[in-house]
């Protein structure tokens, strides 16, 4: 009996001691840094979509959506848009099905550019008919270097952290070791685009000194903040 109760009491000193072991008494101070940039989108994405129409008043003859089609690829390849930078966006499949059963019914199709010069933008319209242009607008928008900068930010954020953190031990006569614990808080923020769309382009059809579409957008606000805990000497 002597010899179970010396053992139980061996193993529970033991396990009190290894408790004490590992708990983690070294001294902590916890911070956060932040860092923030603000950049003009250089890569912008422009929705177009062509419709077909009636030549004459009679309603007999009428345009072809691929003669739009091929008129607008060959005006984004003038502008020295690259081909995979053009992308048709929609077409439905019920048009297809009642063009079949009307010859009549008028077609309409999306596409979707990708540019990184509005002029070129200008130019595309310029080279289209403008009775075939239902509207036009500016999908979404982005920024070349986006990873590289985010990597930037979060770097200057650690910096942010660990300069205050600095200051903060300083004042109590304390010094800021190692990093003991880094969490990334991401709160970057991406505008949607804002853009005043010129749906059926009357002006341009009137006159054929009217400007393009007015395009109006924000730049991309970018915020990072991580959360460090430093070790004090």
Known sequence: MKKYLIVALFSAL???AFSQSTFDTRRK???NGSAEAEVTPDIIYVGISLKEYFKD???KKKTDIEDH??????AVTNAGVPKENFTVNNISGYATWQKKKSPDFLISKQYRIKLTDLNKFNQIMEALDQKAVQYTNIESYDYSKIESLK????IKALQAAKDKATYLAKAV???VGDALEIQEINNEYYPQPMYRANTMLKTQMES???SSPEIDFKKIKLNYQMRVVFQLK
Not at 151 to 154: A, I, N, S
């Open 14 to 16: 033991a396990t009190n």
């Open 29 to 31: 101070l916890e911070v």
């Open 57 to 59: 008043n009679s309603n």
């Open 69 to 74: 089609e091929r008129q607008l690829l060959n």
């Open 151 to 154: 990597k930037e930010l979060k």
């Open 173 to 175: 006569d304390d010094e």
């Open 208 to 210: 054929a000194d009217a």
